[in-house]
Each structure stands twice: as C-alpha cells, then as structure tokens.
C-alpha cells in the first residue's frame, strides 16, 4: 500500500473515532469546555506515553521543530475548546461540519508555509465552501446559534493550522507518537490552572463517559497524524468529511437530531466543494506521473 492510500486509511479512521468522542463530549452533559478538554487529552497522553517508552523512537530534534511543535499544541488546544463549546450548544452534526472546515485551512496554509501551489479552481473551491458554512451558521438577527456556530468555525481554523503544522513535523521526521505526546501534555497544562479553579464535580457515570471521549481521542490522534504524515491535505482532506456521516448518524440515533434543510444545503456545498477539489487534485497528480 503506497503512502496515499494509507492515508486516505488513516483520515477515515480518525474521522470515525472524532465522531464518537464528540459524541461522548455531549453525553458528559453539563461541565466546562476546559474540564472536557483536560480528561480528553489526559487520556491520549498516557496512550502516546506508552507509545513513546515502548518504541523509544529518536527525539533529537533541531530548534524549528520545537518551535513547530509549540505552534501546533498551541491551536491543537485553541481548536478543541472550541469545537467543544460548539457541540454542547448546536446540533452534533452542525459543529462536526464547521470543525471540518479544517481541511481547506490547512490547504490555504499549505500554500503560505510549506509552499504547496494552489490554483485558481481550487481558490474557488475553498470561497464555496466558506459559502456553504454561511448556510450552515444562518447569520440572521434571530438566530440565536450564530455566536456558538462562529467559535466552531475558529475551531476548524485552529485545527486546520495545528494539521499543517503536523504536516510539516511529518516532513522533518519527527515520530507521530511523541507529536501526539507533546500535543496532550501542552493541553493537559495548559488547562489544568482553571480546571482546579473552577472544577465541577462529576457523577460516575460523567467520569466513565469522558475517559471514552478520551480514548477515542487518542485513537483519533494517532490516525489523523499518521494520515497527514504519509499524504499532503489536498490529496486525502476528502476523505475527512465522511465524518459527517457518522456525526449525523450518531446523532440522529443517540441524541434525536435532524439538522434543518438549510444546513443539510450547506453540507452538500461543502462537501461538493471538498470533492471538486479532490478530483481536480487527482487529475493534476495524474498528469504529472
């Protein structure tokens, strides 16, 4: 299996487990972001740990690759309390797609940092799909969801930042285990200061349902960085968004969520965009070999 196909492997995989811990994020209920976010990564840190003191990889790293490391746990943690601000106040399904919108981020990114072209096609697919998130987010004066559907769109520009900053460590080397590692323990810190503060107390059943969330972000993790290691964003960043598809699933038979047709329009958009550049992606790569 050549390095696309396996990431294209990979990104299905981690879009499988993100659904299923933003699900588990909504049925913890009731408690703060940072308290989610906190157990969410304290999990997938001990996971990458043990990843770490087993296989014992090599972590001599030059002084830009800690400075990208900083600036991916940096939006990774911006990222993920955003997103979860939006699970708990919009439908599943909704905050799923605008966190997907990661994807053509990192392509914008990709173009600035790692100096990947972009061509003129692609630039109107990105517009469109920014088009299809106004559909989704319904800025109008009595939406009341705006304000919610807003922070998740930062929290999918966040993500697109941090999985071009992976992107680039996967270039330079630097083992996805300790970037999964590094990534967890800057959160965990990072939020534990108001999590004492301001810590709400939690039933059994809370602690049990955040632990999966954890688990299941830890899974995730190690497939997406995997996935954004062995293929660049714009061959694979299509194969993303069948995460919607277990979102609206997951929703619909966990939670009773049916999004309104507005933003069902809005998906179609997006991922109609999302497709039209990965054909366009594919047949320039085509012609290439």
């Given at each position: 299996m050549n390095s696309?196909?396996?990431?294209?492997?990979?990104?299905?995989?981690?879009?499988?487990?993100?659904?299923?811990?933003n699900l588990f994020v909504r049925l913890a209920g009731d408690l703060p972001s940072i308290?989610?976010?906190?157990f969410r990564n304290f999990v997938a840190m001990i996971f990458a740990g043990g990843m770490l003191l087993k296989a014992r990889p090599s972590l001599k790293l030059d002084k830009g690759s800690w400075g990208i490391l900083l600036l991916?746990?940096?939006?990774?943690?911006?990222g993920i309390l955003c997103n979860f601000y939006a699970i708990d106040h919009l439908v599943l399904a909704d905050a799923t797609m605008l966190n997907k919108m990661s994807p053509f981020f990192a392509?914008?990114?990709s173009v600035i940092l790692l100096k990947e072209k972009i061509s003129l096609f692609q630039g109107c697919a990105v517009a469109a799909a920014f088009g299809g998130v106004l559909m989704v987010i319904q800025p109008s004066g009595s939406n009341l969801d705006v304000?919610?559907?807003l922070i998740g769109l930062f929290g999918g520009m966040f993500a697109g930042i941090a999985y071009t900053m992976v992107r680039l460590l996967g270039k330079r080397g630097v083992a996805g285990p300790f970037i999964v590692f590094f990534f967890s323990a800057f959160s965990c810190a990072a939020t534990l200061p108001?999590?004492?503060?301001q810590f709400t107390p939690m039933?059994?059943?809370?602690?049990?349902?955040?632990?999966?969330?954890?688990a299941s972000a830890?899974?995730?993790?190690?497939s997406i960085t995997a996935a954004y290691c062995h293929a660049p964003a714009r061959e694979i960043s299509i194969y993303d968004y069948s995460q919607i598809v277990f979102a609206a699933i997951l929703g619909f038979v966990f939670l009773h969520q049916v999004p309104d047709a507005l933003s069902l329009a809005g998906y179609g958009v997006i991922c109609a965009a999302a497709l039209a550049n990965f054909l366009y992606s594919t047949r320039l790569s085509r012609r290439s070999a």
């Open positions: 696309k196909y396996k990431g294209i492997l990979y990104i299905i995989t981690a879009a499988f487990f993100f659904a299923l811990m308290q989610k976010s906190f991916r746990a940096i939006f990774g943690t911006l392509i914008l990114l304000g919610p559907a108001s999590l004492i503060l039933t059994a059943a809370q602690l049990v349902i955040l632990l999966l969330a954890g830890a899974a995730a993790q190690f």
